[in-house]
């Protein structure tokens, strides 16, 4: 199985501040169609997941700019460029590269 | 517009069994996968493996054989999550997601819908 590793555990950031978050995974996540399929997931406290960033770096319907994603083979980015209050919560990266699909450990963002 | 609305909460003894519902809408129920994941208590996600709404046909990740059960009513666009022999660690709460397919190898690309959650407890 693929393993995702994210760093950090957590992440205190002050309001309108960057903040970034890494996942690495044990093999590379391009797929032999040539895409990677590495998403990143937010979940706010008590709400379900919801997609952000789908094959490395494009953002989801509906996600605002200040979220962007980046990366190649086994390292990848979430950088959200300006932390705003609504952006508490855990997020997830995940790869959809090979099965079994996996999910990092989360890195949880919060104000400080 | 895209919603997954899942079945409420349920409390179950140990070896009971539990059936969680996920009903679509606002698309073509067959053109996607219906995924599901795992979050027990203050934990993060995990996949449990999907089920191809074309054909009926389930998938399991590793560590989800044997008790777990998906299975499909194309007719109400509803997809069913069911768990016997229920145990304490089954304690979590499970999600619906629907999966962007990738006809060539049959995994989601992208989970880009997911339901709201519905939690089971096992306690005696």
């Known amino acids: 199985d693929i393993v995702m590793t994210q760093t950090p555990l957590s992440s205190p950031v002050t309001l309108g501040q960057p903040a970034s978050i890494s996942c690495r995974s044990s093999q590379s996540l391009v797929h032999s169609d040539g895409n990677t399929y590495l998403s990143w997931l937010q979940q706010r406290p008590g709400q379900p997941p919801r997609l952000l960033i789908y094959k490395i770096s494009n953002r989801f319907s509906g996600v605002p700019d200040r979220f962007s994603g980046s990366g190649a083979g086994t390292d990848f980015t979430l950088k959200i460029s300006r932390v705003e209050a609504e952006d508490v919560g855990v997020y997830y990266c995940?790869?959809?590269?090979?099965?079994?699909?996996?999910f990092g450990g989360g890195t949880k963002v919060e104000i400080k | 517009q895209v919603q997954l609305v899942q079945s409420g909460s349920e409390l179950k003894k140990p070896g009971a069994s539990v059936k969680v519902s996920c009903k679509a809408s606002?698309?073509?129920?067959?053109?996607?996968?219906m995924n599901w994941v795992r979050q027990a208590p203050g934990q993060g996600l995990e996949w449990m493996g999907w089920?191809?709404?074309?054909?009926?046909?389930?998938t399991f990740a590793q560590g989800f054989t044997g008790r777990f059960v998906f299975s499909l009513d194309t007719s109400v666009t509803t997809a069913y999550l069911q768990i016997s022999s229920l145990k304490a660690e089954d304690t979590a709460v499970y999600y619906c997601?629907?999966?962007?397919?990738?006809?060539?190898?049959?995994?989601?690309?992208?989970?880009?819908?997911w339901g709201q959650g519905t939690l089971v407890t096992v306690s005696s």
């Open positions: 995940m790869q959809a590269t090979q099965f079994p699909l996996t």
């Open positions: 606002g698309y073509t129920f067959t053109n996607y996968a």
């Open positions: 997601a629907r999966g962007e397919l990738r006809y060539f190898d049959w995994l989601s690309s992208r989970f880009d819908y």
């Open positions: 089920i191809n709404t074309n054909t009926g046909n389930p």
